[in-house]
């Protein structure tokens, strides 16, 4: 199913109750084995074109589609339910739980939907904590590195396979090999016929993209 934004325009109100305008007319169309790697300077609008794709932000105008699903028009609760069955979320600062350690931090999307974990979701957990080349050590997350906390947002994101992945500068942490690595990653994700869309200021990334999106002062470019 096709996801897409139409129009969107989203602003947010500063400290001094001032609208700021995050994203302005735009319009976008994310198909399923595509890769879309969302570029542009700092404050440009790029996190919050992502999280109005999620859900996450309400645009005051425009729509966002997922198939038939007009997701702007959702209650917030629905807005949720939907997200958690449809896309994975690697966030900018990896929302991950740094007192849980990293299986359990991967295995928290499941926790919301499920009361017993089934042992093939725990298994999975564990071999993408292995795809990642991460250590299955026991002990808070906040310990790890900052390049494996973001490996460990990133398996969180593919647990429940879904069908959208959306991810925020993904490899900003991450050493030339590691970098590569799950730039090849996203890649084979998107082959496997999901949307996979990513912001990112890394070459090796937006190289691989089959749709790159500029975007600056809450438009796109090109
Ligand atoms: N929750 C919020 N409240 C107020 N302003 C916000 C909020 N989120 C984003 N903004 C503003 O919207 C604009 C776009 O922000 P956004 O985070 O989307 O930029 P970005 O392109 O992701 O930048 P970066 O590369 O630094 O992550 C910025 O001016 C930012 O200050
Ligand atoms: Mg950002």
Do not use: Y
């Amino acid at each position: 199913m096709m996801l897409a934004a139409h129009s969107v325009s989203a602003s947010f109100a500063d400290a001094g109750g001032v609208a700021i305008q995050a994203l302005q007319d735009v319009s976008a169309s994310f198909a399923p084995g595509q890769l879309t790697a969302v570029v542009g300077p700092s404050g440009s609008g790029k996190t919050t074109l992502l999280h109005a794709l999620a859900g996450i932000v309400v645009p005051q105008q425009g729509r966002i589609l997922f198939g038939e699903v007009e997701l702007n028009r959702l209650s917030e609760g629905r807005r949720d339910a939907w997200r958690l069955a449809h896309c994975g979320m690697v966030f900018q600062d990896f929302r991950l739980i740094d007192e849980l350690d990293a299986l359990a931090n991967v295995l928290l999307p499941a926790q919301f939907s499920r009361l017993h974990l089934p042992t093939t979701l725990r298994q999975r957990g564990m071999e993408l904590l292995a795809r990642f080349e991460l250590p299955q050590r026991a002990g808070p997350v906040a310990r790890l590195s900052r390049g494996e906390q973001q490996r460990v947002a990133l398996a969180r994101a593919l647990l429940l396979d879904p069908p959208i992945l959306l991810a925020d500068e993904p490899t900003a942490s991450l050493d030339a090999d590691n970098g590569q690595r799950i730039a090849a990653a996203l890649q084979d994700i998107a082959r496997q016929g999901k949307t996979v869309v990513t912001v990112t200021h890394d070459e090796r990334l937006s190289a691989r993209a089959d749709q790159v999106l500029t975007m600056k002062s809450g438009r796109v470019l090109s």
